[in-house]
Every structure is written in structure tokens, then in C-alpha cells.
């Protein structure tokens, strides 16, 4: 059986998935290989039947992809991949679709690291892996910034000089195969509505405005630091305080990204945690952890009344992402200040995470859906082949 590997690389973990190459969303084997460890990782892995194992592998950067594919081809029985989808969270202006990787590709990527250092990086390197590993295998790249490319100007630019938002400063938006999966669920489903709010919430979190299925704002900004406060990012900052770090407390740059990236958000205004689980479980006890959580919502609600304004009303809501998944209470503190909307939700089927999760009487719809975004990449990477067919791969 051919089949597609979907790669999604994290800066200590590498998650992936197998698709057939022909059709379906039901994934053969997917699997999450840990990286943190110094000389040795633990690659699990679950298969169509709900089967796992757990293989020791090597964990290093070189050799983590052919581990993978390794463990692959073990477990579903011969060599099946033939194409590998890549999960990208930069495209910069001009990658604003998916794309076969080749050499003019590769160096465009490259010449996008300054948009996002701390990503793009390690999923470069997981690329030259691949080809590395195989040089055969058609490979793919998927962009979280895609979605957005139909952000009309008023939502696109920034208050800047217009030579810089000429030179790309400008609002990109990102979780962008979240939303669109999502998207796609709610239309095969005939339940798109004309004005959707979409709210990905997770350790990064975001907002999207959809109107008729076409994404006209985002709460991320020209990097996923920008928007809602998250586990460990500030969300939007007065760029005055910046500046005031960088000229009266002498901040350097690291320093400047560890506050606002790596210790601000949740994890800063609690200075205990960014895990909301974590969070919830002290908030009784705790005033700094119910302030964080506080916080966490009314920025959140605070989009949802801005983008239903952008969309001249709102005739739904989702869910979607770990904590807005999971997280009832979440849920329903976020929505709780919303009647002006004619929002409201039934806490009995808010508590059991029901896929409609509004009361009977309420104006908006609100639901809680389960996002694939590894699903997505798998069906672009075949619309690609299909289109443009490499060596006979999925050739009409």
C-alpha cells in the first residue's frame, strides 16, 4: 500500500502521521517521537486498531527521520512511503499555497528563517533529512500561514512605514491548517455558516475571523508571539515596553525573547505555571494562577467581540485545540459575558464537551471540534501529485 508520511516537527518532539496515498482521512499509523533526551528518545506510535507501541530510538537531530520511516515500515509491513508532507508555520509573502519542494523552494525557506528562527529551522532540517534519507521521495510543504493569505489590507497592515510593510512586515496569521480543516469539516458537514469565529486554543493560541469560508482576520500577528496571551508568549504588547526594557533596564534580545516568548503568558502572570490544566487545579488557592486564567478569557473574549464587529455579526463559534477541546471551564468562562451576542451555552453539554455545546435558545451556535491538521497536509499533498504527477505517483 502507498502511503504519505506527514511530519509536524517540534523543537523536542517530531509528531507524524500515515495516510494512503489514494484517499482517506483515516490515518494508517500515527506516532510522536520524543527528542528531549541526550542520546536516546521514546518513538510511540498507534495504528488503525487503536494498537500502540513504545521503540527506543536514537533521538539525535541526524537520523531522527530515518527512524521514523524505519519504524514505519515495520510496522505497517513493507516500505510504503512515497511522498512526505511537511507542516511549515512560515510562508512568508510569497509561499501563500502548498508547494513541491525543490532546490528554488528550499532556498526560499532559507531566505524566511528571520521570520520565524525558532521554527523554521528545525523543519528545514527535517527536509534535508528526507532527502537525505531518500532523494526519491516527492516531498511537500504545508504552510500554517496559508489560510491567511485573504486578509483583506485593514486586517493585513500594520500602524508602520509603508516601506516596511512593503518589505514584508505585515500580519501573517498562523494555526492556518487548523482553520482550514476545521472549515472544511463544518462545509462537507453543510454547517458553515456565513460569520464564524474560530478559536484555536493550546499552549499557542489564536483567533480567526472566517467569512464564507475565507479567513478576513487573525489574532497572530507577523510571528505566532502576536494576539491573545498563550502558556509561555505575551500575546499583543505595547512595543513601548520594548523599548523601555531595552533602554532602561539594558535588555538584550535574548533576554527580550525569553520574557516575552519563553517566561511571559500564562506561565509569567502566575509565576507558577503556563499549563492551564495546572492552573485550574490551583486557581481556588491560588489568586495569581484564577488571575492568569482570568486573564486567558477576557483576552479571548475580547477577539470574539472584536471579530464579530469585523464580521457584522456572528452566527457561530468553535472550539477547537487542547484546552478548547478539553477545557469546559474555559469554555464557558469565555462565553459566559457573550448574551450581548445572543450567545449562550448549556452547561450540561458544555461539561461533557458535546459537539454543539449552545443552548436551544441562543442566536449563536457554539461548538467544540476536533482538529486534524495532520489530515489536512495528507489531502493537499495529494491534490499536488494529482495535479502535477512525479514519476508516475498517483498519475490519472
Given at each position: 500500500?502507498?502511503?504519505?508520511?506527514?511530519?509536524?516537527?517540534?523543537?523536542s518532539?517530531?509528531?507524524?502521521?500515515?495516510?494512503?496515498?489514494?484517499?482517506?482521512?483515516?490515518?494508517?499509523?500515527?506516532?510522536?517521537?520524543?527528542?528531549?533526551?541526550?542520546?536516546?528518545?521514546?518513538?510511540?506510535?498507534?495504528?488503525?486498531?487503536?494498537?500502540?507501541?513504545?521503540?527506543?530510538?536514537?533521538?539525535?537531530?541526524?537520523?531522527?527521520i530515518?527512524?521514523?520511516?524505519?519504524?514505519?515500515?515495520?510496522?505497517?509491513?513493507v516500505?510504503?512511503v512515497?511522498?512526505?508532507?511537511?507542516?511549515?508555520?512560515?510562508?512568508?509573502?510569497t509561499?501563500?499555497?502548498?508547494?513541491?519542494?525543490?532546490?528554488?523552494?528550499?532556498?526560499?525557506?532559507?531566505?524566511?528563517?528571520?521570520?520565524?528562527?525558532?521554527?523554521?529551522?528545525e523543519?528545514?532540517?527535517?527536509?534535508?533529512?528526507?532527502?537525505?534519507?531518500?532523494?526519491?521521495?516527492?516531498?511537500?510543504a504545508?504552510?500554517?500561514?496559508?489560510?491567511?493569505?485573504?486578509?483583506?489590507?485593514?486586517?493585513?497592515?500594520?500602524?508602520?512605514?509603508?516601506?516596511?510593510?512593503?518589505?514584508?512586515?505585515?500580519?501573517?496569521?498562523?494555526?492556518?491548517?487548523?482553520?482550514?480543516?476545521?472549515?472544511?469539516?463544518?462545509?462537507?458537514?453543510?454547517?458553515?455558516?456565513?460569520?464564524l469565529?474560530?478559536?484555536?486554543?493550546?499552549?499557542?493560541?489564536?483567533?480567526?475571523?472566517?467569512?464564507?469560508?475565507?479567513?478576513?482576520?487573525?489574532?497572530?500577528?507577523?510571528?505566532?508571539?502576536?494576539?491573545?496571551?498563550?502558556?509561555?508568549?505575551?500575546?499583543?504588547?505595547?512595543?513601548g515596553?520594548?523599548?523601555?526594557?531595552?533602554?532602561?533596564?539594558?535588555?538584550?534580545?535574548?533576554?527580550?525573547?525569553d520574557?516575552?516568548?519563553?517566561?511571559?503568558?500564562?506561565?509569567?502572570?502566575?509565576?507558577?505555571?503556563?499549563?492551564?490544566?495546572?492552573l485550574?487545579?490551583?486557581?481556588?488557592?491560588n489568586?495569581?494562577?484564577?488571575?492568569?486564567?482570568?486573564?486567558?478569557?477576557?483576552?479571548?473574549?475580547?477577539?470574539?467581540?472584536?471579530?464579530?464587529?469585523?464580521?457584522?455579526?456572528?452566527d457561530a463559534?468553535?472550539?477547537?485545540?487542547?484546552?478548547?477541546?478539553?477545557?469546559?471551564q474555559?469554555?464557558?468562562?469565555?462565553?459566559?459575558?457573550?448574551?450581548?451576542?445572543?450567545?449562550?451555552?448549556?452547561?450540561?453539554?458544555?461539561?461533557?464537551?458535546?459537539?454543539?455545546?449552545?443552548?436551544?435558545?441562543?442566536?449563536?451556535?457554539?461548538?467544540v471540534?476536533?482538529?486534524?491538521?495532520d489530515?489536512?497536509?495528507?489531502?493537499?499533498?495529494?491534490?499536488?501529485?494529482?495535479?502535477?504527477?512525479?514519476?508516475?505517483?498517483?498519475?490519472?
Open positions: 500500500m502507498r502511503s504519505i508520511l506527514v511530519l509536524n516537527v517540534g523543537s518532539t517530531l509528531k507524524f502521521g500515515v495516510f494512503q496515498l489514494s484517499s482517506g482521512d483515516d490515518a494508517l499509523l500515527r506516532g510522536v517521537l520524543d527528542r528531549s533526551g541526550h542520546n536516546a528518545g521514546e518513538l510511540r506510535t498507534i495504528d488503525a486498531s487503536g494498537r500502540s507501541q513504545s521503540v527506543r530510538v536514537a533521538a539525535r537531530s541526524d537520523g531522527a530515518g527512524e521514523v520511516l524505519r519504524v514505519v515500515a515495520d510496522q505497517l509491513g516500505d510504503t512515497e511522498a512526505v508532507g511537511h507542516r511549515l508555520v512560515h510562508g512568508g509573502s509561499m501563500r499555497a502548498p508547494v513541491t519542494i525543490d532546490s528554488a523552494v528550499r532556498a526560499e525557506l532559507e531566505r524566511l528563517v528571520p521570520l520565524a528562527p525558532e521554527h523554521l529551522p523543519e528545514l532540517h527535517a527536509i534535508d533529512e528526507v532527502s537525505r534519507y531518500d532523494p526519491a521521495l516527492v516531498q511537500v504545508c504552510f500554517d500561514t496559508a489560510f491567511h493569505a485573504s486578509l483583506p489590507n485593514v486586517a493585513r497592515l500594520f500602524g508602520i512605514p509603508r516601506g516596511l510593510s512593503d518589505s514584508g512586515v505585515v500580519r501573517y496569521g498562523f494555526h492556518g491548517l487548523s482553520y482550514e480543516y476545521i472549515t472544511a469539516t463544518l462545509r462537507e458537514r453543510g454547517q458553515l455558516p456565513a460569520r469565529i474560530i478559536a484555536h486554543l493550546g499552549n499557542g493560541a489564536s483567533l480567526c475571523a472566517v467569512r464564507d469560508g475565507m479567513s478576513i482576520d487573525t489574532s497572530m500577528g507577523m510571528t505566532p508571539a502576536g494576539g491573545v496571551v498563550m502558556s509561555t508568549r505575551t500575546g499583543d504588547l505595547d512595543p515596553v520594548l523599548l523601555y526594557l531595552m533602554r532602561s533596564r539594558g535588555f538584550t534580545r535574548q533576554e527580550l525573547e520574557a516575552t516568548d519563553r517566561r511571559g503568558g500564562l506561565l509569567g502572570i502566575s509565576a507558577l505555571s503556563g499549563d492551564v490544566r495546572e485550574l487545579a490551583a486557581s481556588a488557592d489568586p495569581r494562577a484564577r488571575e492568569a486564567i482570568e486573564i486567558f478569557c477576557y483576552k479571548i473574549r475580547k477577539f470574539i467581540g472584536a471579530y464579530a464587529a469585523a464580521l457584522g455579526g456572528l463559534l468553535v472550539f477547537t485545540g487542547g484546552i478548547g477541546e478539553h477545557a469546559a474555559i469554555r464557558s468562562a469565555i462565553c459566559s459575558d457573550l448574551g450581548f451576542l445572543g450567545m449562550e451555552i448549556d452547561a450540561g453539554l458544555n461539561n461533557v464537551g458535546a459537539p454543539l455545546i449552545s443552548a436551544a435558545s441562543s442566536r449563536v451556535l457554539v461548538r471540534e476536533h482538529t486534524l491538521e489530515v489536512m497536509i495528507a489531502r493537499h499533498v495529494r491534490a499536488l501529485l494529482r495535479k502535477a504527477p512525479v514519476d508516475g505517483v498517483l498519475s490519472a
